[in-house]
């Protein structure tokens, strides 16, 4: 376990900071940084919800903070299976990045605010930690209320009854949107993801008489304020009938009845995303960064 480690970070402004793994005592601090952003800041405040404390978890993840000499937190970072910044000033991610090395943990991702992962990834570059690919500008996207256009009904909650139809879905997306199978080194991680997903009431589809999945999503962070929608996925044989508007409008839709506000994160290269989104009535609210190692 990691207490204090100064000499990872230069001071600011003259004062001495440190990092440090967060422990239960670093709660409330943690609540209050992220929630001065709650829709970028969705995924911390999502597992705060869950688990009620800021200490590692019982799978080795931890949270980074970084204090300054009067013991206050300035900023954190997730570090699990990703790493996510949570209200972390650029200047700040030396520190984190020697920390979540030190850590030696392997990352999949690291994602959150550009203006803070770009610079921690320089760093975590810097220290043997290289990408196999940079999404550099991903435009945040949020909805507060009904969208702008009629819902498809179709959409409903998955149960575990399609679990056999939902997870090749979810598996078809993942390697469309980075490349490789997540069932490479074995199906159960996975499975268990989707499963999870399904369970909570956090997975979206429309799977039609013949039993194929039309098109599907998941709220991947969900708090009482926002959730965050992740997968979104409309079967390639069914692609270009300008469906998938009404399909996020009806996501949006079933989105409100967790929390008032809908958000999600989108490539900036991907356009006709980018016009579906503006057509349901998402507006953009911030600018993401994702690394994939």
Same mark, same amino acid.
């Given at each position: 376990?990691?207490?204090?480690?100064?000499?990872?970070?230069?001071?600011?402004?003259?004062?001495?900071?440190?990092?440090?793994?967060?422990?239960?005592?670093?709660?409330?601090?943690?609540?209050? #940084?992220?929630?001065?952003?709650?829709?970028?800041?969705? =995924?911390?405040?999502?597992?705060?919800?869950?688990?009620?404390?800021?200490?590692?978890?019982? *799978?080795?993840?931890?949270?980074?903070?970084?204090?300054?000499?009067?013991?206050?937190?300035?900023?954190?970072?997730?570090?699990?299976?990703?790493?996510?910044?949570?209200? #972390?000033?650029?200047?700040?991610?030396?520190?984190?990045?020697?920390?979540?090395?030190?850590?030696?943990?392997?990352?999949?991702?690291? =994602?959150?605010?550009?203006?803070?992962?770009?610079?921690?990834?320089?760093?975590?570059?810097?220290?043997?930690?290289?990408?196999?690919?940079?999404?550099?500008?991903?435009?945040? #996207?949020?909805?507060?209320?009904?969208?702008?256009?009629?819902?498809?009904?179709?959409?409903?909650?998955?149960?575990?009854?399609?679990?056999?139809?939902?997870?090749?879905?979810?598996?078809?997306?993942?390697?469309?949107?980075? *490349?490789?199978?997540?069932?490479?080194?074995?199906?159960?991680?996975?499975?268990?993801?989707?499963?999870?997903?399904?369970?909570?009431?956090?997975?979206?589809?429309?799977?039609?008489?013949?039993?194929?999945?039309?098109?599907?999503?998941?709220?991947?962070?969900?708090? *009482?304020?926002?959730?965050?929608?992740?997968?979104?996925?409309?079967?390639?044989?069914?692609?270009?009938?300008?469906?998938?508007?009404?399909?996020?409008?009806?996501?949006?839709?079933?989105?409100?009845?967790?929390?008032?506000?809908?958000?999600?994160?989108?490539?900036?290269?991907?356009?006709?995303?980018?016009?579906?989104?503006?057509?349901?009535?998402?507006?953009?609210?911030?600018? =993401?960064?994702?690394? #994939?190692?």
């Amino acid at each position: 376990m990691l207490s204090r480690v100064a000499p990872w970070l230069a001071s600011r402004n003259g004062t001495d900071l440190g990092v440090r793994v967060l422990g239960a005592a670093d709660t409330l601090a943690l609540r209050a #940084l992220a929630s001065e952003d709650p829709v970028s800041n969705v =995924f911390i405040l999502a597992h705060l919800d869950s688990v009620g404390t800021a200490a590692p978890t019982s *799978g080795g993840a931890s949270i980074f903070g970084v204090f300054d000499d009067d013991g206050r937190l300035l900023g954190a970072c997730w570090a699990g299976a990703n790493l996510v910044p949570v209200q #972390l000033d650029p200047e700040l991610v030396d520190g984190v990045a020697a920390a979540a090395h030190q850590a030696g943990r392997r990352y999949a991702s690291i =994602f959150g605010p550009a203006d803070t992962v770009l610079p921690l990834y320089s760093r975590f570059e810097q220290l043997g930690h290289f990408a196999h690919e940079v999404r550099p500008r991903q435009p945040l #996207l949020s909805i507060s209320g009904a969208p702008d256009i009629p819902p498809n009904p179709s959409l409903t909650f998955g149960t575990m009854t399609d679990f056999d139809r939902i997870l090749p879905a979810c598996a078809a997306m993942f390697e469309e949107e980075v *490349g490789y199978s997540p069932f490479l080194g074995g199906q159960d991680f996975y499975s268990r993801r989707v499963a999870g997903l399904i369970r909570q009431g956090h997975s979206l589809v429309h799977i039609d008489a013949s039993g194929t999945v039309v098109f599907k999503a998941e709220l991947g962070a969900v708090t *009482g304020d926002v959730t965050q929608v992740q997968g979104v996925w409309m079967n390639p044989e069914l692609r270009g009938r300008g469906q998938s508007a009404g399909y996020m409008a009806a996501v949006v839709n079933l989105s409100r009845t967790f929390a008032p506000v809908t958000s999600l994160y989108v490539n900036d290269y991907n356009a006709k995303a980018r016009a579906t989104y503006e057509r349901v009535g998402f507006k953009q609210v911030g600018t =993401f960064a994702t690394v #994939l190692f």
